[in-house]
C-alpha cells in the first residue's frame, strides 16, 4: 500500500525545569573564577524537558524544534555585544554537530604533565609570543597548530567535549586573567562537566559510560 511509505515527521515539546540549578553558577569559588576569566553573564544554562524519545539520527529536526517552540522562545536570549537580549527573530534553519562525548574522567589531559606545558608543580610555563606579551605553553598549545605541543592532542581527542570545555575555560573572555596554574582549570572543566553530563554503570561489567547526546547548534533566523 502507498500509505505504507509515509513516513510522519516527529515532533517535540518542551517544557522549562527552572528549579533545575547548576552547581558552577551556584558555587561561590567557580563565579571568582569565572569573573576572573571574563565569563562571568556571558556563560549561561537552562534546563528542559521534552516530550518525546529521543534519537540522535534526529538530531536536526530535535534542535529545530526546540529553537521553535513557544516556551523555549519566551525565555531564551541571545548575547549581543555585551548584553543579554530576546530573541526576537524566528530561527528558520538549524545546522547541527553532534560532538563527542565519551570521557569519564580528567585522564584525558595527563598528557599536559609530561610534555613541557605546566611543571610537576601544575605551574603553567611562560613562552615568548609576539602578539601577546603575556603568554604561556597551555594556550599555544590550544589553539596554535605549529606549537611543538600541538600534537600532543589529536583531533580525536580535540573533538571531545570534555576538551572543547577544558579550551573554553582556559582561553577565556575577552579581559580575561589567565591563571599562572592549571589547577583552576582542570577543577572548574570537571565541575561543569559533571554538571552537563548524564553517566550509568553497567550492571555486569561496573564499567561507567556516558549517556548523554551533545550537540553544536549554529541557528539561522529571519531577515
Not at 516527529?10 to 571574563?38: C, E, G, I, N, V
Not at 605551574?123 to 605553553?137: A, L
Not at 552537563?196 to 547548534?217: A, E, F, N
Amino acid at each position: 500500500m502507498a500509505g505504507d511509505n509515509i513516513k510522519f515527521e516527529q515532533t517535540y515539546s518542551f517544557r522549562s525545569l527552572p528549579t533545575k540549578t547548576f552547581s558552577f553558577l551556584q558555587d561561590k569559588d567557580a563565579l571568582a573564577l569565572l569573573m576572573k576569566w571574563s565569563m562571568l553573564g556571558r556563560i549561561s544554562a537552562q534546563s528542559f524537558s521534552f516530550d518525546q524519545s529521543f534519537y540522535s539520527y534526529d538530531c536536526e529536526r530535535f534542535a529545530l524544534c526546540f529553537f521553535t517552540d513557544p516556551e523555549v522562545v519566551s525565555g531564551l536570549k541571545r548575547l549581543e555585544s555585551r548584553d543579554w537580549v530576546p530573541l526576537d527573530k524566528s530561527v528558520v534553519s538549524v545546522d547541527v554537530e553532534v560532538v563527542p562525548c565519551t570521557q569519564v574522567s580528567m585522564e584525558l589531559f595527563d598528557p599536559i604533565y609530561s610534555c613541557g606545558v605546566v611543571r610537576p608543580s601544575g605551574q603553567i610555563i611562560k613562552c615568548f609570543h609576539d602578539v601577546h606579551p603575556d603568554y604561556d605553553e597551555l594556550r599555544q598549545m590550544l589553539q596554535e597548530e605549529d606549537s611543538e605541543n600541538f600534537h600532543v592532542f589529536g583531533r580525536e581527542t580535540r573533538g571531545e567535549f570534555l576538551f572543547r570545555l577544558f579550551k573554553h575555560l582556559c582561553l577565556g573572555g575577552e579581559l580575561c586573567q589567565y591563571e599562572d596554574t592549571i589547577e583552576s582549570y582542570v577543577n572548574t572543566t570537571k565541575q561543569v562537566y559533571k554538571d552537563l553530563i548524564s553517566v550509568q554503570k553497567d550492571p555486569d561489567t561496573k564499567k561507567i559510560s556516558t549517556v548523554s547526546t551533545v550537540l553544536r547548534v549554529r541557528a539561522s533566523v529571519s531577515h
